[in-house]
């Protein structure tokens, strides 16, 4: 084992003496497969509610029978272990009952994000060598044009077909010409509740250390798109970690609410793996920004327990009738993928009467690294906490990344525990740079106070978190550079109250040519998902450049 240094053994001395109670700063994590998370809890807790979409409600049992026939209907139809499969839903059941399904088999989910364009898809599926998707029905016009060079095999699946009775027939006829219109074809395969197999098929043999049970897409460190490789081991390990930090009376007969987007690896732990390890209810909820129907749930819920982003809630502090909605009902409320204002935390912990914690987290580490304490006096403000268990956190130079700092001083974050990624996907140099040695090298700076909390100050990079969403700049900029009357261009975030942040262009336009804010915003919402999109454009003569050549990034900002 490691020897640790005296650094690292004072801190583990700290958060071992400040750790929440009921929890363990160490503890064995058993070697295990996703699926055996769910096929536990149906065991176990067969008639505890697991999903609630509503109204329509699921036991664990049900669940478990669901996912067993629908991994069996996969297998029918050619999905084997190590095949990559393109998950692309909103919040639902069949997100969560597909989910299971693919790694039960042994194959690889590939996450996409529902608001990408056809351009960024093409580069995702091409990276990760997926050739079956399973859509939404309203995703096909996406992926259409991705059929036969990159997708193969196209699986649909209905909203409505998982909807209660009359809400289920309502919603279909309130669609009515808008209805995608999705031709017959060998290569285009329809799922729902009646799909399965006359044959169960066993899980495959799974080895959690090794097998990638998921691809999810990140910037990493340097902004390029790469697909984080998580293992089944990385995946529950984090579950793990997760569970045992919160407080034992919260381990049992609470309800998530399931609003943040399970395709961010995120809302994949906090809102759909961490409910299903507890045996607890998932109040499914599709659009994270539908503010009224996400007031709505927590107003008819008992012993909410809400994993968020900053956006989410100040959408709700800022909805115009949200003093009318009883929020009581919320007990803890977890908010990560983007700094959390302390007005925002101040502001919402009064109105709610709840704690507001928040994390630190990336793709790499399946994503949690840190969380704030549950417990009021151990809570400090502008921090993170402390590691989840298992985990340790050191502070180190930016240059080298070899030299370990003391408390107080400012450098790159570096983490190691269980939970962190086996590598980048078809991308062995950019692995060996940010995993050395198993520490994962994050990218972000921060220091370790003298009383062992963790604070973020900065992104070594430049990436944009805006409103929960990773936007690289240089992904932005690629896109406009496009634009033949475009000469030079600069992406940087810039503050904004409501996302966090926001995407800022700085454009010089070649000579002799004109462009309007409203013809940018245009060409770059047919290359890109809207978040990515510039909410602020600046024209100017010439970008601020350093003796290099280097755009002066901070100096735009």
């Not at 001395?13 to 994590?29: D, H, S, V």
């Not at 808008?178 to 799909?195: L, R, V």
């Not at 989410?312 to 009902?329: F, P």
Request: include cysteine; charge should be positive; charged fraction near 25%.
């Amino acid at each position: 084992m490691e020897e640790q240094s005296e650094i690292v053994k004072n801190l583990e001395m700290l958060w071992k003496k400040n750790y929440p109670a009921g929890t363990r700063r160490e503890f064995n994590i058993p070697e295990r497969s996703v699926y055996s998370l769910l096929e536990e809890s149906a065991k176990t807790s067969p008639k505890n509610i697991a999903m609630d979409f509503y109204g329509k409600k699921t036991t664990y049992s049900e669940l478990k029978t669901a996912v067993d026939r629908a991994s069996g209907y996969l297998a029918e139809i050619g999905i084997k272990t190590y095949d990559r499969v393109g998950l692309m839903l909103p919040n639902s059941p069949q997100f969560v009952i597909l989910f299971f399904a693919i790694v039960k088999l042994g194959a690889i989910v590939v996450q996409a994000n529902p608001l990408y364009t056809t351009f960024e898809l093409r580069d995702e599926f091409t990276d990760s060598t997926t050739s079956t998707v399973i859509i939404l029905d309203d995703f096909y016009s996406k992926i259409e044009p991705l059929y036969p060079s990159v997708i193969k095999k196209i699986i649909v699946t209905k909203i409505q077909d998982y909807l209660p009775g009359m809400l289920g027939a309502l919603y279909s006829l309130s669609k009515g010409k808008n209805k995608a219109k999705i031709p017959k074809a060998d290569h285009i395969i329809y799922f729902g509740p009646k799909s399965s197999s006359a044959k169960t098929v066993n899980e495959a043999k799974i080895e959690p250390l090794t097998m990638p049970a998921l691809i999810q897409y990140t910037g990493g460190t340097t902004g390029t798109p790469k697909g984080a490789l998580l293992s089944h081991q990385n995946l529950v390990a984090n579950v793990y970690q997760l569970s045992e930090w919160l407080p034992d009376n919260m381990r049992k007969n609470r309800t998530f609410l399931s609003a943040i987007p399970f395709f961010h690896v995120y809302g994949m732990m906090t809102a759909m793996l961490m409910p299903c390890h507890l045996s607890s209810k998932m109040k499914i909820v599709p659009d994270p920004r539908d503010t009224k129907n996400v007031l709505k749930t927590i107003q008819k819920e008992k012993a909410l327990i809400f994993p968020g982003i900053p956006t989410m809630y100040h959408s709700i502090l800022r909805y115009k009738k949200s003093a009318k909605y009883n929020i009581k009902s919320l007990e803890l409320l977890l908010s990560g993928a983007a700094p959390l204002p302390m007005e925002i935390q101040k502001e919402f912990e009064v109105r709610s009467g709840a704690s507001l914690l928040e994390g630190y987290g990336l793709t790499e580490a399946s994503p949690v690294v840190c969380a704030t304490p549950v417990e009021i006096e151990k809570r400090k403000a502008g921090s993170v906490g402390f590691p989840v268990p298992n985990t340790t956190v050191k502070i180190v130079d930016e240059e080298t990344g070899t030299k370990e700092l003391p408390g107080g001083e400012i450098g790159e974050i570096i983490a190691k525990g269980p939970q962190v990624m086996l590598g980048y996907l078809n991308n062995v140099e950019e692995t060996k740079d940010t995993i050395r040695d198993g520490w994962l090298f994050t990218g972000d700076l921060g220091m370790i106070d003298q009383e062992g909390y963790i604070h973020i100050v900065d992104r070594k990079k430049d990436l944009i978190i805006a409103g929960g969403y990773n936007v690289y700049p240089r992904e932005v900029e690629e896109v406009l550079y496009q634009n033949p009357k475009i000469e030079d261009v600069a992406v940087v975030g810039i503050k904004d109250v409501h996302r966090g942040e926001t995407v800022k262009a700085v454009i010089v336009l070649k000579k002799g040519e004109t462009l309007t804010n409203e013809e940018i915003t245009q060409f770059c919402t047919t290359h890109m998902a809207i978040y990515k999109v510039p909410r602020v454009i600046e024209f100017r003569e010439s970008l601020p450049r350093s003796v290099v050549g280097k755009v002066l990034k901070k100096e735009l900002r």
